[in-house]
Every structure is written in structure tokens, then in C-alpha cells.
């Protein structure tokens, strides 16, 4: 047996100053999205999610809230474990940047990048922002209303002077402008690549990668006065996670580079700039893209902590249902844009994409089968060319959508298999199964059946979106679960006839608000 091919993506790892929001969700959901789909086409995944607990920021939120710093990672991780859960989120594994495997790991890089001299002791003296764990430099900052300086990101910032290691960023420009050249699809969105790019080119100072003013980090290998800049610990994490330092284990063999480091447009400097220069650096080969996906605002707003809109998914799960939340923040924005989040769009989707659409097609196609054919597939004796139309459009999803899942373009596979759903329901609309039943019974199976294939294929389709619901629509039409898999779309699995329906039940409701019920 021939292996299969492997695919690994990374969520950024999440800061435990802060409770899971709307962000965490997205981006963690995009991945699973991205890794449901692999692994439904016979891919075998590697899916990385986890929590980013060392800095500043979370030492000082651990201190306003009196607990031991360990002690309040602890609680705030498992919130987050707590909502992949809760999001039906399929990762492989988790890590927290406070285990000792990680530890290791990021002693190990430390090492290498010592050993080939791409780190060496100063001094610093500059502006720093705790907020966002970033240093910048002066011509970079803006002036509050208080006349205090801030940084770019609006961020306060402070200003340190400290014994600090370095690392030799400035001898790794040439190295990056290949790196984008060579591999063009490397960082994408291309507007981020662009961004980047340009970033790059105005040309890089060497980096501030240690501290010595707190202690909550990794200690420096042989300097332990020194913990290390957050950053190069967290983005370690994509290593600890494939079992590094041990380059000879399986897992690391199998997976490395990473397919897809996942991340917000706000980090894609971090992950675009410093993390393939570390890896180079280290003689280790960088990830093969960095996808930046765009933020979400609230009913037009900023989401934000001050003022008091944020948006906690566990809530929005319970109010709208979980796939319905999932099929939303896919559909809704055009991946790597940004998106706003409104009730009233919500609603819409639920009630036309999901009920009258796909929910209604199902539903009304089933309950005649189930109540006109004996509650049997009907059999079919040949197809019209309109039958056949409507089949091979079903048939073609695969191809399509796989070739935009290679770019990420998670809602235009949405929309191409919508597509697919509104054709089908033009189809059924236009053949009149009910007027059928008494003029043409043969031909009304017929319609039946072609309908019911067109709800297979989408049911198997929708699994790495919505996966609970494209089980129940199968469960309706008594697919075998081992016949679920991308192997099964297409003419090879037609369903098969005469196989018997249980009533079919409604699988996507209307949304009807508290009030109105
Ligand atoms: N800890 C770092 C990442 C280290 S990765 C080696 C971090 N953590 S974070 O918790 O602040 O943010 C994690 C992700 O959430 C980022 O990708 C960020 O873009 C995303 N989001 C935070 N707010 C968001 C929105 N309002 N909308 C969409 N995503 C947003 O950064």
C-alpha cells in the first residue's frame, strides 16, 4: 500500500490573558475546515492547535488577578481546550507552551541558533509594547491624546533598557526576498505577501530575543538570567508539536514544514518575517505557506474588550446551533478578508442557505420517497438529459472544490456547492414529483431518485464544514457510515435502490427568535 499523502496546519497558539472570543473560534474553525477536508480526501493530517503562556503580558494579568502564574495558564488553556471541544474542532494535538516537551524544543533552536552564530549579546534600549509583545522603533510610534507614545497597533508602549541577545535578523533580508520569489505562493493572501515584502525590503534590524526584567518564559540554555523573547518561544510551538528536538521521530519525518501555518493578519509579520528567518537560521526548512485571514468586526464595530462588544462563541453556539455558527463564519466572508458579524446576516443564512435551501430540498424529496415509494429508493429505469445535467453537476463538485480548498478559498467551495443545491432545487421544482405521482409514477421515482443522489453527495461534501449535519443527512437515507469518504462522490457510489428510508426528520430548522416563538 502506497502512503498516503500528509498535510499539517498549525492554529496560532492563544494567548491566556484573554478568554476565548469570536478570533479564537475563526481561526481555529478555518483550520479544522482545512484539515476535515484533508482528511476526507485521504490525506493523512496533522492538526495542531494549543496555548501561548509565557510574557509580560500574561505574568502581569496572572499577578491583577492574585493567582500564581502556572496556576491561572492552567485554568484559562482549558477554556480553550473547553471550545475546541465544543466546536466539534478535530485537532491532533494541543500543546502549552508551559510543558517540558516544549521547553526542550525551544532550548534546542536556541541552540543551533547560537551554534551557527546567529545570536549574540548586547545591550537594548528601545520601545517595547507588552500588549502586543513587540518591540518597535521610534519612527514607527504615533502620539496618544495624552501626548503618550503609542505603537502602530494603537498599543501602549514602554521603553527598556536591558542586556539582551540578539538575533542577526539584518543578515537574513536577502534570504526572505528569495524565499518570497521562489515559493510565490508562500504567504497568501498576495496583498500580505506584498505587505511583508515591502516590510522586508525597507530593510530588517537585528532582534531583541531575550529578557532579563521578568521571569515567567524559557529560560536561555547556560544564561538563565535570561528568558526568551516570547515570540521565538510560541512559534516553537509548530516544532514541539511534531516531537522536535527529535528531527528522526516519525511524526517530525512525516509532517515537516508545516502545509499551512494559520494565522490572523495581525501576526503575519511574526510568522512571515521571523519565523522563516529563525528556521533558516537553524538550518530547518521554513513552512510552505503562511495564510493570513482577515478580522471581524461586530455590527460594524471593532471588537473590544473596553468597549464591551465581544463576541463569546460559546454564546453564539447555543443561540444559532453549532454547524449553523460553522456554515456562517465560512460562508459569510470571502476567506483572508474581513467580515462583520450581524445578527440579521446570521439569521439570513440559517433560514435560506440552510432551511429553505439545502434543508427543504432534502426534506421534501425524502418525505415523498419515504411517503409514495414505500419508503424505498425507487428504482430507475434511465435517465433524461436533464437527470443526467443535474447528476454529472453533482458528479464535478469534488474537482472544483478541491481546487479552491488548495487556496484556501473556503467560501467559494461553500458557494460552489450551493450552487449545485439551488440547480437541484430548480430541477425538482421544474419536474413536479407531486404532479408526477399520479400521471407518471415511474417517472416520479425517478426525479426521486436523481434528487435523492444529488442530497448524498452534498451530505458527504458538507462533512468538513458542517459534520454533525452531513451525518444526519445521510443517517436519512441509510448511508453506511463507511461509505462517507470523498471516495464514495460521484457516479461509482450511486445510491443504491430499494434501500428503506425512516421517516425523515428536518435536519436544518428555521430560526425563529425567543420572542417570536
Ligand atoms: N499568541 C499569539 C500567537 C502566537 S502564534 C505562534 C497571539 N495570540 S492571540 O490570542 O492574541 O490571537 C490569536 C489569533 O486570534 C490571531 O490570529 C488573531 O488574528 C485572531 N483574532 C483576534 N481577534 C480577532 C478578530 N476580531 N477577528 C478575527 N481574528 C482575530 O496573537
Known sequence: MTAKPTF????????????????????????????RFKRLDGFDVMFLTGTDEHGQKVEKSAAAKGKDPLKFCDEVSERFRELAKFMNISNDDFVRTTEQRHKLA??????????????????????????DEAYYAETELTEGEGGEKLAPTGA??????EESYFFKLSAWEDALLKWYENMPETVLPKSRKNEVKSFVEGGLRDLSVSRT???????????EKHIMY????????????????DVGNEKFKKFW??????????????????????????GIEPPKRVFAHGWWTNEGQKISKSLGNVIDPFEIVEEFGLDQVRYFLMREVPFGNDGDFSQMAMINRINSDLAN????????????????????????????????????????????????????SINKAIEVIWKVVGDCNVYFAGQQPWTLKKTN????????????????????????IMPDSGHKLLDQINIDPDKRGFEHLGSTGRLVSGISLDKPVGVFPRYIKAEDK
Open 8 to 35: 499539517y496546519i498549525t492554529t496560532p497558539i492563544y494567548y491566556v490573558n484573554d478568554i476565548p472570543h469570536i478570533g479564537h473560534a475563526y481561526t481555529t474553525l478555518a483550520c479544522d475546515v482545512l484539515a
Open 106 to 131: 525551544c532550548q534546542d533552536l536556541w541552540r543551533k541558533l547560537e551554534a551557527s552564530g546567529n545570536i549574540y549579546l548586547d545591550k537594548y534600549a528601545g520601545w517595547y509594547s507588552v500588549r
Open 156 to 161: 501602549p508602549v514602554e521603553w527598556v533598557e
Open 213 to 223: 526584567s521578568f521571569s515567567w518564559g524559557v529560560p536561555v540554555p547556560d544564561n
Open 230 to 245: 516570547v515570540w521565538i518561544d510560541a512559534l516553537t510551538n509548530y516544532m514541539t508539536g511534531v516531537g522536535y528536538p
Open 257 to 282: 514544514p508545516a502545509d499551512i501555518n494559520m494565522v490572523g493578519k495581525d501576526i503575519v509579520r511574526f510568522h512571515a518575517v521571523y519565523w522563516p528567518a529563525f528556521l533558516m537560521a537553524a
Open 357 to 408: 435551501d439545502l434543508g427543504n430540498l432534502a426534506q421534501r424529496s425524502l418525505s415523498m420517497i419515504f411517503k409514495n415509494c414505500d419508503g424505498k429508493i425507487p428504482d430507475v429505469n434511465g435517465f433524461t438529459s436533464e437527470d443526467e445535467k443535474i447528476l454529472a453537476a453533482a458528479d464535478n463538485l469534488l474537482p472544483q472544490v478541491r481546487e479552491l480548498m488548495e487556496r484556501q
Open 441 to 464: 409514477p415511474e417517472r416520479m421515482g425517478t426525479v426521486l431518485y436523481v434528487t435523492a443522489e444529488v442530497v448524498r453527495q452534498i451530505g458527504i461534501l458538507i462533512r468538513f
